[in-house]
């Protein structure tokens, strides 16, 4: 295994010059462990929080021995499910599984037609903006973040060294990555991507506040002890249909005032907020966004 990483590093310094995106980087990964570590097939996952409450994952690369494999047999809701549940539970296969622990009956058995028997993954501990076509940059004013996963599938029961050799491997490439520029570090991310922060902010004021007191004595009572003009004055334009977008517009506050006023009222626990779905909405989550 010792060998494989110095051939595979030796390789990567060569092709890595002439590379100029993420995605290209990780591509040339995938297909070298495949061929050098004699893997049925590779993918490549980014798992990211988005603003408040969706976790979505989004496969980024797949390369396989057998180029017969049909691509839905890979790429599909199954196999999707399977790498989503282990980044939610931050979780490393240590020990390759059969197949048929780890899939639907369905689906093993159309990945163990192929020879794809074993399946294991490793979770990068590194937190990444992965830079390709479709993927956006993560906005740390959000704390949205790109986990990334490895997973792989193999013919035969793989060496016991076989997953933390491809996992030292993988975080080697993206220290390597950020060494290039390939990857931007989240500091510089504002200023790289000031379409997407304009999108979270849109997806901010799109949220409806509800005060969490509801009878009437109780919203006299909670007023009062309000000594803040500006936080008083949005916390009784809260009807619980209005959203943020409109209150900003109804209490003529001043963007700065007006965050400062919805952040104290999030602070002191007087409302909540929900999605236009009725979805609520973590308030902690909004707090680090202000």
């Known amino acids: 295994m010792g060998n494989?990483?110095?051939?595979?590093?030796?390789?990567l310094l060569?092709?890595?010059?002439?590379?100029?995106?993420?995605?290209?980087?990780?591509?040339?990964?995938?297909?070298?462990?495949?061929q050098r570590l004699e893997l049925e097939a590779v993918q490549i996952?980014?798992?990211?929080?988005?603003?408040?409450?969706?976790?979505?994952?989004?496969?980024c690369i797949t390369a396989c021995r057998q180029v017969n494999i049909p691509k839905q047999i890979l790429i599909n809701s199954h196999v999707a499910e399977a790498a989503k549940r282990l980044c939610n539970e931050h979780y490393t296969v240590t020990i390759p599984q059969v197949t048929e622990a780890i899939f639907s009956s369905q689906a093993a058995h159309h990945l163990t037609r192929y020879n794809l028997n074993y399946w294991a993954c490793y979770q990068l501990t590194n937190s990444l903006p992965i830079q390709s076509a479709g993927y956006q940059y993560p906005l740390n004013r959000f704390n949205l973040s790109t986990y990334t996963l490895i997973s792989f599938f193999t013919r035969q029961p793989p060496n016991p060294r076989l997953i933390p050799t491809i996992g030292y491997i993988m975080e080697q490439v993206i220290n390597l990555?950020?060494?290039?520029?390939?990857?931007?570090?989240?500091?510089?991310?504002?200023?790289?991507?000031?379409?997407?922060a304009a999108k979270a902010d849109a997806l901010l004021m799109k949220l409806i506040p509800q005060r969490n007191f509801d009878n009437e004595a109780n919203q006299g009572k909670h007023v009062q002890v309000i000594t803040s003009r500006q936080v008083r004055r949005l916390y009784?334009?809260?009807?619980?249909?209005?959203?943020?977008?409109n209150l900003a517009v109804l209490t003529q506050l001043h963007q700065q005032a007006f965050m400062q006023a919805l952040r104290s009222l999030l602070t002191q626990e007087r409302i909540q907020l929900y999605e236009p779905d009725g979805h609520f909405?973590?308030?902690?989550t909004v707090l680090s966004a202000l």
């Not at 494989?4 to 390789?11: G, K, R």
């Not at 060569?14 to 495949?34: F, P």
């Open 236 to 245: 009784l334009s809260i009807d619980g249909r209005r959203n943020l977008a």
């Open 4 to 11: 494989h990483q110095l051939i595979i590093f030796t390789q």
């Open 281 to 284: 909405v973590d308030g902690v």
């Open 14 to 34: 060569q092709a890595i010059a002439g590379m100029q995106r993420i995605d290209e980087l990780l591509q040339w990964t995938a297909n070298v462990l495949v």
């Open 177 to 196: 990555a950020y060494n290039r520029g390939l990857l931007l570090p989240e500091k510089q991310l504002l200023l790289q991507a000031p379409a997407q």
């Open 45 to 59: 996952w980014s798992l990211q929080d988005d603003c408040f409450r969706q976790i979505s994952i989004k496969q």
